[in-house]
């Protein structure tokens, strides 16, 4: 197996003692180039890992927020290949950056398992979140990732029995995803408590690192999942962000509220964004 990024990270993250941030915004949104733009800049104000979600049309568990970036990156007619393409061209700018798709499985089989794990991997892809496919159906898909040095990481849910918990972890490669909250993305008020004893559940089952994500969005609420997980995901705050900011100035807003995520001294005009 070649870097693993992933791995990597974390141990970074653990190593300086302080909290984790993985940050989320669809690919091809509101283009391509902003995607090519935005991420160097995310990685630069704070974020640990980037997922990229994959634009589908029938994103079910998203909410508005995400649902919009998604319809309006498809209108760009943005593809998985395309997807891909931008990893590649993203890495020549952030070569240590873990890059996690994520995205429903429709596309993938479509494309193909074994050309979308070897394209994906050739591209500099670290890892991947197929949202909508369950661990009892994700074997083939799985093999074929592992043949090529992608992580599988799972999604865990409050919802999640103890069995299937200690199924999704077996074979779990990069990080587990823990869903602070039943229901679609968005931001909320206070970080869920089921998130929280969600995090308690899985832990036995697994040495590899905890995300949380859903509902986070402010800085306090980072500071609070990572009392126990050693990272937290933010998708919606930042896609509203993005979606809110005139063009021009979409990389400066959307890393103004990533470096205040993260805890890193923002310049004043940050304080325009709520």
């Known amino acids: 197996m070649g870097k693993d990024r992933i791995k990597e990270s974390f141990a970074t993250i653990k190593r300086q003692g302080r909290t984790g941030l993985i940050v989320f915004l669809t690919a091809g949104f509101p283009d391509k180039q902003a995607t090519l733009e935005l991420v160097p800049a995310l990685v630069a104000a704070g974020a640990d890992a980037i997922e990229l979600g994959v634009p589908f049309s029938d994103p079910l568990a998203e909410g508005p927020v995400i649902q919009q970036s998604s319809f309006l990156a498809l209108q760009q007619k943005i593809t998985l290949a395309d997807c891909m393409d931008m990893v590649e061209e993203l890495r020549e700018q952030i070569p240590d950056t873990p890059l996690v798709l994520m995205g429903y499985y429709n596309p993938i089989y479509s494309f193909g398992l074994q050309k979308f794990a070897e394209r994906a991997e050739e591209s ?50 990069g990080f587990i995803y823990c ?54 995901v933010v998708g919606s705050a930042l896609v509203r962000v993005m979606l809110e900011s005139p063009r021009e100035e979409l990389v400066d807003r959307a890393s103004e509220l990533v470096a205040r995520l993260a805890g890193q001294e923002v310049a004043s005009k940050s304080e325009k964004i709520t």
Request: one cysteine or more; aromatic letters at 0%.
């Open 179 to 232: 869903i602070s909250l039943t229901g679609v993305t968005g931001t909320r008020d206070e970080v869920s408590v089921r998130g929280i004893e969600l995090l308690e559940r899985v832990r036995p089952h697994t040495s590899l690192p905890l995300a949380v994500g859903f509902g986070i969005s402010q800085r306090e609420h980072v500071e609070t999942v990572c009392r126990d997980a050693e990272a937290a």
């Open 124 to 173: 500099g892809v670290d890892g991947l979140i197929a949202v909508d496919l369950p661990h009892s159906e994700a074997a083939p898909l799985a093999a074929q990732c592992a043949a090529h040095d992608i992580h599988m990481i799972p999604l865990l849910a409050p919802t999640s029995t103890d069995e299937s918990i200690r199924e999704s972890c077996v074979d779990a490669g």
